[in-house]
């Protein structure tokens, strides 16, 4: 399927690796120009050489999205983006009681306030030019907890209602917002999961592994590359008409009829 988006171009938050790097690769392969975020300069230049490779522009934001400095050089890089793919680190796994006033503030930002603050900026640019797509990488924990990522997860569950009714002011103008709710993928963050599991169950991570890919229906753990996709749709010109929901990509873990 043509996706209609040869041409268009994207922000893609924190996307030197994992899923932020899969959503950049599947629009790359859409013919999208890319603005692509980092915090290690090897890792995200390396990146975007990959994707230079696959034919498109590609310009390098280094630095913490939820920095201002380095929302501003997002901005400076891409004035017009025609998509915006909100990704940001989520805070370590951690017993709640171990969270002071500081750590709970910074995961909000993290999680919450800085995807807010880069819609602000580019809602109605793209409302005025008739084509935006905005997708937020949350995770499937905003509907099923998971233990020491409760931080994590009540920021992210307070995105999704923060948006709730933001996502569906700007429809009318071919603008949409949606989120992606990961499960278990294979990247850094399900692997350093895997440790916290295997340390309190007492098991190795191997063990770990086995036992949490057992639990999921498909029998494995999500690729990047496939998580990517699904962004490429909810991006393309062929996703108009879908606004304000919340794609559960688990492998069917979640076992819910609605």
Do not use: W
Not at 71 to 95: F, M, S, T, W, Y
């Amino acid at each position: 399927m043509d996706m209609g988006l040869k041409g268009r171009k994207a922000i893609v938050c924190a996307s030197s690796r994992g899923l932020g790097k899969g959503c950049a690769a599947a629009l790359a392969d859409e013919g999208v120009d890319l603005v692509i975020n980092g915090r290690n300069p090897d890792a995200t230049n390396a990146t975007a050489d990959e994707l230079r490779a696959r034919g498109v522009e590609v310009a390098v934001v280094l630095g913490d999205v939820s920095d201002p400095a380095t929302q501003d050089a997002l901005l400076a890089a891409c004035p017009e983006p025609d998509i915006l793919v909100n990704n940001n680190a989520g805070p370590k796994l951690r017993d709640f009681r171990e969270l002071d006033r500081e750590a709970i503030l910074a995961g909000v930002t993290q999680n919450m306030v800085t995807p807010i603050e880069l819609i602000q900026k580019v809602l109605d640019g793209m409302a005025e030019r008739k084509f935006g797509r905005i997708v937020n990488i949350t995770s499937m924990s905003v509907y099923s907890p998971i233990a020491g990522l409760d931080l994590s997860s009540g920021a992210r569950a307070g995105l999704t209602s923060f948006l709730a009714s933001i996502s569906r002011s700007a429809i009318d103008r071919n603008v949409t917002i949606n989120a992606i709710l990961p499960g278990k993928f294979d990247t850094d963050r399900i692997r350093a999961g895997l440790e916290f599991g295997a340390k309190k169950s007492g098991s190795s991570i191997e063990a770990e592994r086995e036992r949490q890919e057992h639990a999921i229906p498909a029998g494995r753990f999500g690729t990047p590359e496939e998580f990517g996709r699904t962004c490429a749709f909810l991006c393309s010109a062929h996703a108009g008409y879908i606004t304000g929901q919340n794609i559960k990509l688990d492998g069917g873990l979640f076992a819910s009829a609605f």
